[in-house]
């Protein structure tokens, strides 16, 4: 059975550097956002120019030391599962700059990336900056981590996780942001990286547009990353298995302006139950 095009799976082993699963522009088939799952061992490091691109490094797990060109930062990162629901350390690096991170324990690194003007320095985003949030009510309630937002400084580059506990839905009711059509809807494309626990199981995420010229729905398992280049995407976590996911985004315009699904936007205006 061939597998969405959608659906970015990790090899099987790391390469040299430490990469598991990397998302190009050229690979997605569109222009701003890049992705990269990045596996260090205690004492390895991972050595990068940023060129023309920003870069948040999302520790997702693990302790490391990260220094760029003009500022280091050590032993940063606390939680060694996603799944403890507490904020991550992570780094801004902007465009003509470099990074180097270098494993005190071992890590799982989120390598963020989308184009960059040079206008922010690099920065530590500690765990106590990061917005925390509930969204929805009842069985689309989930928990969010604001890591990089359109709040705080940077040139395209949005950056969110979301826990979903199990048997809920989010990224809900579904909502899209594939025109540039601002104020009502920006422009963004998308990646999702999926954490699934425990580990066997997997989430399901619907992907489509209006006129169903895509639609898709997958069947996504830990560790594994989907493309949204447009449409409407929103995901469910089956009984038993609580979901993780992280967000990159980025466009024309750094704004985060989406639009619910006509069908389904009624969902939000159901009054809370006492």
Known sequence: MNRSKLIVTPASTPNEEGSLLKVTPESAGWK????????????????RET?????????????????????????????????????PYSVYVPNNDRYEVTALTAVELAVCSAPGAGNHKARLIAPDQVGVETRGYGNIERQIH???????????LLVVEVFTPNGHWSSYPPHKHDRDALPD???????????????????VQRVYTDDRSLDETLIVKNGETVLVPRGYHPVSAPPGYDVYYLNVMAGPTRTWKFHNDPEHAWIMTKPREA
């Open 146 to 156: 604001n890591i990089l937002p359109e709040q705080e400084p940077a040139d395209s």
């Open 51 to 87: 060129a023309g691109l920003e870069v948040c490094l999302v520790l997702l797990t693990g302790k490391a030391d990260v220094a760029t060109k003009q500022a280091e930062w050590k032993n940063i990162g606390q939680r060694m599962s996603v799944f403890e629901k507490i904020p």
């Open 185 to 203: 809807e920006s422009f963004l494309e998308e990646t999702y990286y999926y954490r699934v626990d425990p580990g066997h199981g997997f989430a």
């Open 32 to 47: 701003y956002v890049g992705f990269e799952v990045v596996q260090l061992a205690e004492g390895q490091s991972l050595s």
